[in-house]
């Protein structure tokens, strides 16, 4: 597998090939939210986050993963992250199992205390997503000479506005609103952004799965069965030591049917075992190359 991470499609593609039955997006989730497969989210823009801390606390003679400090100031991160089932994140996950399967969905309570958690592969770094809130309010340009002969205020409030968006924006969106607003102009209420906890996936995290994680469950579930791939460099690799091992034994590898009765001759003197079937042994001795007869 060439991929570092699989969407959910093609995880369920993958693991209905794997199980020999039908496995839908919807059974990815629901293995993630019952905690048999560890999904991650892959963040194809910047994302607004603050360093958190996991502590764990001994309850009851039990160890808990309980939240710890959080860093003062937001920082932003890409790429791929493991998402941490605590929080809104299991909350979420149930949300869109609910959607794939088409069942109604079930009201939530947004705890303010908790939110939706990122951390790396080795669980050094643990991340709380925020999301952004900007104020504006909306003041005239300008008035006319009657409205300022009367003495009225030029820069009177009219409105006021408060969007989600990224503090990196800000000069796009103040252009835009001047230009769309006739008479009035933007003014920021507050100079810095206010940041929140998120309790939704933000809509550039895309849900995945790790490659590894999906080999790991396949190993776990299927008894081993599902058989790593070998690259074309690697079966070149190990031909090549096959061969090297059959020079040493004087064993000729250009007829490789009659190798095998050399090979199973000497592996019954010293007690070795061989796959049951020929064609299995010759088609490692005879190399990637190999026509099948």
């Not at 003062?72 to 979420?92: H, K, Q, T």
């Not at 007829?255 to 299995?280: F, N, Q």
Request: with cysteine; hydrophobic share 40%; aromatic share 6%.
């Amino acid at each position: 597998m060439l991929k570092e991470w699989l969407t959910l499609d093609e995880a369920a593609a993958r693991l209905s090939v794997s199980a020999g039955e039908v496995v839908t997006q919807a059974d990815i989730l629901r293995l993630a939210i019952d905690n048999h497969l560890q999904l991650s989210v892959f963040i194809d823009d910047n994302l607004t986050v603050r360093s958190m801390e996991f502590e764990v606390e001994e309850i009851d003679g039990m160890k808990c993963l309980m939240l710890g400090k959080g860093a003062s100031e937001p920082c932003r991160i890409n790429g791929l992250w493991d998402l941490a089932a605590y929080g809104e994140a299991v909350g979420e996950l149930e949300r869109l199992y609910r959607e794939q399967k088409g069942f109604t969905p079930t009201s939530r309570i947004e705890l303010s205390n908790m939110g939706l958690y990122l951390h790396d592969k080795a669980k050094t770094e643990v991340y709380e997503v925020l999301r952004i809130h900007l104020k504006f309010k909306f003041v005239e340009k300008r008035v006319d000479d009657d409205m300022q002969s009367l003495g009225s205020d030029v820069r009177k409030s009219v409105s006021s506005l408060t969007v989600d968006t990224d503090e990196s924006l800000i000069g796009d969106i103040n252009t835009l609103l001047k230009e769309g607003l006739g008479l009035h102009e933007p003014v920021f209420d507050e100079k810095l952004c206010s940041f929140y906890r998120e309790h939704h996936f933000p809509k550039h995290c895309l849900i995945v799965l790790r490659r590894e994680e999906m080999l790991a469950f396949e190993n776990r579930h299927f008894g081993g069965s599902i058989k790593a791939e070998l690259s074309p460099t690697e079966r070149t690799s190990s031909h090549q030591i096959i061969a090297a091992l059959a020079s040493m034994a004087n064993i000729d590898l250009s007829a490789p049917y009659k190798a095998v009765g050399i090979l199973r001759r000497e592996a019954e003197l010293k007690g070795l075992e061989l796959p049951s079937s020929d064609e299995t042994i010759v088609k490692f001795l005879a190399g990637p190359t190999r026509k099948k007869r």
